[in-house]
């Protein structure tokens, strides 16, 4: 079942920059964390950035310093901004967001159906 919807994925040349977006299906009222997944062929999912309902972020080694996580709490919107762009990139990109036991008093995990970002060189 599809949760969340996103966009933004497509083409482009290394070295270049994509923003992939990402919103609930529905109206969600509490969500403590959102993020972005990949996977590439043959591979296992990868957490690639996260973002707290307090704004603190964390990336994976391989895209600090290229990528940027940032959310709109008003529209529960997330956004991912891929600049510097590699081939090893390349990969379908999985929104995700959720809710813990702490924030939201109870744990729940939602899933994009993905969106293909392919890099060429």
């Known amino acids: 079942q599809v949760l969340l919807v996103e966009s933004g994925g497509g083409l482009v040349q290394a070295g270049g920059s994509l923003r992939l977006s990402c919103a609930p299906a529905?109206?969600?009222?509490?969500?403590?964390?959102m993020g972005w997944y990949r996977q590439a062929p043959g591979k296992e999912r990868e957490l690639v950035a996260r973002?707290?309902?307090?704004?603190?972020?964390y990336y994976a080694d391989s895209v600090k310093g290229r990528f940027t996580i940032t959310r709109d709490n008003a529209k529960n919107t997330q956004y991912l901004q891929m600049n510097s762009l590699k081939p090893e990139d390349t990969a379908v990109y999985y929104c995700?967001?959720?809710?813990?036991?702490?924030?939201?008093?109870?744990?729940?995990?939602?899933w994009g159906q993905g969106t293909q970002v392919t890099v060429s060189s």
């Open positions: 529905r109206d969600t009222i509490c969500i403590s964390y």
């Open positions: 995700n967001a959720g809710g813990d036991s702490y924030y939201c008093t109870y744990e729940y995990d939602y």
């Open positions: 973002i707290t309902s307090g704004g603190s972020t």
